[in-house]
């Protein structure tokens, strides 16, 4: 069953009905669900689908002349064409007749085995775009391949696209689709122990528990997750070692660049190179406090849910998970879940805050969303705000984000509202947001400032 990706599929269509030549460019990480897309946007369609094999020119091209030869007799033939020119100009002479769409996934495999595949298609869009109806779609995992060679000015193809796409995992939103039988709170640990990517997703089963699931992937050594970062990493970078390292010393607390380069013992200039990958990956994020540009303060954090879980909670278990105690090792994870939680919700409160925006609910009109952290120069003790946005100099938001059993409290508005105060704005607009509610004198208070919105899980999932 297909889910989600609404507006790409749109935008695919638009490009489609055109009825004249167009070259979108699909990329984004590996499992994110780029092919699935790709297949149900030419379903149905006039369509020669080809991916590329981590092979030689000689087996791409002649896996490609299979894909042209059965799309246009219906037959499968042992015949090849002579070269990827022979065979690109073919499709295209094709597409002069009717509406075609060629699609070619893993464009990089194919591109490094074929030098000059890049020139060939450059000449040839150049040749026919103007007499072909032709949409070609050119789509692959590697980023820095994709952005450097395929969209990048240096590129032969630059400036030749139409359309481009890097493909997000799942928002939390489109995630709650994928599991219609958990519960309200069961969806949102499921998105906080395996993320958006749908990949991931399809290694749960929602007819389980969340501890059955955890055991079942995590804690299970023959399963697809067990070894995943670590295979990804090693089909992403050529030093997967150091890699691991600086996402381990991220995972146990390490997050300005000072503490992670003592503990993967490498100088700070090496380890920039690598979160810089990391970053582009989207496993990930660097972060400096809401309206500041100064790297000074900034902090490092693990953006992909998946890795987030698996390095806080594997390696340190590996050898009892190996003996395949999954019990013992759950039992340890599970007091830690509701922490680990907190910095997940945050990010579906933000989600939830973005929804409000593009919806034309929100009370600020925010440009981006940001955390915020510095000295309280009152208290003289640094502090931090959860979710922050700036409308204008004289207008913001400020939010904070509670996932706990207890209902939040008077306190906790008391101190947003002090927080709030350590800036100039003169509208101000405050978020609570709580996974069990809140308390009889916090509600009194909002409704008295009329300037607080008291927002709970379930009202976030209406």
């Not at 990706?5 to 669900?33: C, H, M, P, Q, W």
């Not at 996934?105 to 074929?114: G, H, I, L, T």
């Not at 995943?228 to 150091?242: D, F, S």
Request: aromatic content about 12%.
């Amino acid at each position: 069953m297909f889910i989600g990706r609404e507006r790409e599929v749109a935008a695919l269509d638009r490009l489609y009905e055109s009825n004249k030549f167009e070259f979108a460019v699909i990329y984004g990480r590996r499992r994110v669900g780029k092919t699935a897309l790709i297949n149900h946007f030419i379903d149905n369609k006039e369509a020669i689908y080809f991916m590329g094999v981590e092979s030689n020119e000689k087996q791409n091209l002649e896996n490609f002349s299979k894909s042209i030869i059965e799309y246009s007799s219906g037959i499968e033939a042992e015949t090849s064409f002579l070269s990827f020119q022979a065979a690109l100009e073919y499709v295209f002479k094709l597409a002069e007749k009717k509406r075609l769409i060629l699609a070619i996934d893993e464009y990089p495999y194919v591109a490094r085995s074929s030098k000059s595949l890049a020139s060939t298609l450059q000449l040839l869009i150049d040749k026919y775009k103007d007499t072909s109806q032709l949409m070609l779609i050119l789509c692959g995992s590697s980023m820095s391949y994709m952005e450097d060679e395929v969209l990048a000015y240096k590129s032969p193809l630059y400036g030749r696209r139409t359309a481009q796409m890097k493909i997000q995992p799942f928002s939390f939103e489109e995630t709650c689709r994928c599991f219609k039988n958990f519960s309200d709170e069961d969806k949102a640990l499921a998105y906080g122990i395996v993320g958006g990517t749908p990949q991931y997703l399809l290694q749960i089963d929602d007819r389980l528990s969340i501890e059955d699931n955890i055991k079942n992937t995590y804690l299970n050594p023959i399963s697809f997750l067990y070894e995943e970062p670590t295979n990804l990493l090693k089909q992403e970078v050529r030093e997967p070692a150091i890699y691991t390292a600086i996402i381990t010393a991220i995972a146990v607390g390490a997050s300005r660049m000072s503490d992670i380069s003592n503990k993967v013992g490498e100088d700070s200039n090496i380890c920039a190179n690598y979160l810089k990958s990391l970053i582009n990956l989207g496993i990930v994020k660097k972060e400096t406090p809401y309206g500041e540009k100064t790297s000074r303060k900034s902090i490092y954090s693990i953006e992909d849910n998946m890795f987030r879980f698996w390095y806080r909670f594997v390696p340190n278990n590996n050898s009892v998970i190996m003996r395949g105690a999954a019990d013992i090792v759950y039992r340890r994870i599970e007091p830690q879940l509701s922490e680990y939680m907190g910095a997940v919700f945050e990010e579906i409160c933000k989600q939830y805050l973005w929804k409000l925006l593009l919806d034309g609910n929100s009370p600020v009109e925010f440009s981006e969303l940001g955390r915020w952290w510095g000295n309280d120069p009152i208290e003289k003790k640094q502090t931090e705000i959860d979710i922050m946005g700036e409308q204008d100099k004289q207008t913001a938001l400020f939010g904070e984000c509670k996932w706990t059993n207890e209902k939040v409290d008077l306190g906790v508005l008391e101190t947003l509202i002090k927080r709030s105060k350590l800036f100039s704005y003169i509208n101000v607009h405050l978020f609570l947001f709580s996974r069990s509610g809140f308390t009889k004198g916090c509600i009194d208070k909002a409704n008295e400032l009329g300037n607080v919105s008291l927002v709970t899980y379930a009202d976030m999932l209406k």
